[in-house]
C-alpha cells in the first residue's frame, strides 16, 4: 500500500478503525523526551482528535519506534486490542521490516550479520561486540546490496531482531558506517548531514481481519540517495 494522503506534519499511507500506518519523517521523534520537540504520538493524537473531532484523551498505542534521524514506515495502534496483538507480532518477530541504508564502502553482495549489543542509556549509545557479553543481546539481519560506486553502497536490510541503533551500530562494526550518522562514523566527516537511513517497507497480519498486511514508503530520493538511479 502506497502513501494516499497527508496530514500537515505526518504523511499517512494506511488508517481503518484500528491501525494507523504513518511515513514518519526524519528528525522527528517516535514519543516525546526532555526536549519537548515534536514527535509522532502526540501529533498522531492530535490528527485524530481534529479528523473525527473527538473530546477528551485520544488512545494511540505505540508498539515500535523509529530512531529520530530515521524515516520511513511505522505503524501505530488505534485501539488496545490492536496495540495488544501488534506487540505479541512483534515479540514473536513476525513482523517484517525492510530498510534502505546508504553506507560507506563497497558492501559485500549480500550477507548476514550477528552481533551482540549492549545499549548504554546514559550516552544513548549502542556498543557491538563479537561474541557473547553479559547484558548483550544477539541481534541479527539480512542484507543484499542493491547499488555501489567507488566510495558507498546502497543496501537493503531485511531486520530479523529489533534492537536500539541495531543497523546503525552494525554496519559501523563492520567497517561500513551510514552515511550521515556522525554517532557511529566520524564526526567531522558527517557533521551536518542527515543520515541516509529510511524503513521503505512493513509487513503485518492486521490485528482483527488476520490477514497478511504490506505497506510501502516511497523510495529514499534527494541527497544523498540522488547519486545513484533506480
Not at 556498543?127 to 560506486?149: D, G, H, Q, V, W
Not at 523510495?219 to 540517495?225: A, C, D, F, L, R
Amino acid at each position: 500500500m502506497e502513501t494516499t494522503q497527508t496530514t500537515p506534519n505526518i504523511p499517512i499511507i494506511f488508517e481503518d478503525n484500528h491501525l494507523l500506518v504513518i511515513d514518519k519523517p526524519a528528525g522527528v521523534l517516535s514519543q516525546e523526551d526532555h526536549t519537548g520537540d515534536p514527535d509522532v504520538l502526540n501529533l498522531c493524537k492530535q490528527y485524530i482528535k481534529e479528523k473525527y473531532k473527538k473530546p477528551g484523551n485520544v488512545y494511540l498505542g505505540l508498539v515500535h519506534r523509529l530512531d529520530r534521524p530515521v524515516s520511513g514506515v511505522m505503524v501505530l495502534a488505534k485501539t488496545s486490542k490492536a496495540a495488544s496483538r501488534l506487540s505479541y507480532q512483534i515479540r514473536k518477530r513476525t513482523i517484517n521490516k525492510t530498510y534502505w541504508a546508504l553506507v560507506k564502502g563497497q558492501a559485500p553482495v549480500y550477507g548476514e550479520l550477528v552481533h551482540f549489543l549492549e545499549k548504554d542509556n546514559r550516552s544513548n549509545t549502542v556498543k557491538a561486540y563479537e561474541s557473547p557479553k553479559r547484558n548483550a543481546k544477539e541481534s541479527r539481519l539480512k542484507f543484499i546490496t542493491i547499488k555501489m560506486n567507488a566510495n558507498f553502497s546502497v543496501i537493503e536490510v531485511d531486520l530479523i531482531t529489533g534492537r536500539p541503533h541495531q543497523i546503525r551500530v552494525q554496519f559501523a562494526k563492520e567497517g561500513h558506517p551510514l552515511w550521515g550518522d556522525h554517532k557511529y562514523g566520524d564526526p567531522q566527516e558527517t557533521k551536518g548531514k542527515d543520515i541516509a537511513l529510511r524503513a521503505v517497507k512493513l509487513e503485518l497480519e492486521h490485528p482483527t481481519l488476520k490477514e497478511l498486511m504490506t505497506f510501502k514508503a516511497p523510495k529514499p530520493t534527494g541527497k544523498p540517495w540522488n547519486m545513484f538511479e533506480y
